[in-house]
């Protein structure tokens, strides 16, 4: 089965930066899509970034374009989420997620993918 178990969540100031992790387990296809959405407490969730396994390509929301990076480290079976430049809205609850194949790899879908971990706690003051 496939798991996912985030780590890395923190509190940070505004202004700082916070890099998250996502653990992968139990995937052996190499075609995949994988993401990071997020969701705080009453509210929906928000896709925030997705990258292609094979090609690396990566796809952001408006919301983090140019302050979140994402990537992976297939020899280590792990996805990163670098967060730079944080904002008070950036607070969530952040979630990995997994999708076999690479269609719908887009932060607007993320939040739908069948597998995800069960989250990391950011707070940004």
């Known amino acids: 089965d496939v798991q996912l178990v985030e780590s890395g969540g923190a509190s940070a100031q505004a202004g700082g930066s916070l890099t998250v992790s996502c653990k992968m387990s139990?995937?052996?296809?190499?075609?995949?899509?994988m993401g990071w959405f997020r969701q705080a407490p009453g509210k929906e969730r928000e896709g925030v970034a997705t990258?292609?396994?094979?090609?690396?390509?990566?796809y952001y929301a408006d919301s983090v374009k140019g302050r979140f990076t994402i990537s992976q480290d297939n020899a280590k079976a792990t996805l990163y989420l670098q967060m730079d430049k944080l904002k008070p809205e950036d607070t969530d609850m952040y979630y990995c997620?997994?999708?076999?194949?690479?269609?719908?790899?887009?932060?607007?879908?993320?939040?739908?993918?069948?597998?995800r971990g069960q989250g990391t706690q950011v707070t940004v003051s």
């Open positions: 997620a997994y999708r076999r194949g690479q269609t719908y790899c887009s932060p607007r879908n993320v939040a739908g993918f069948p597998y």
């Open positions: 139990g995937i052996s296809n190499r075609s995949y899509c």
């Open positions: 990258i292609y396994s094979t090609r690396g390509t990566s």
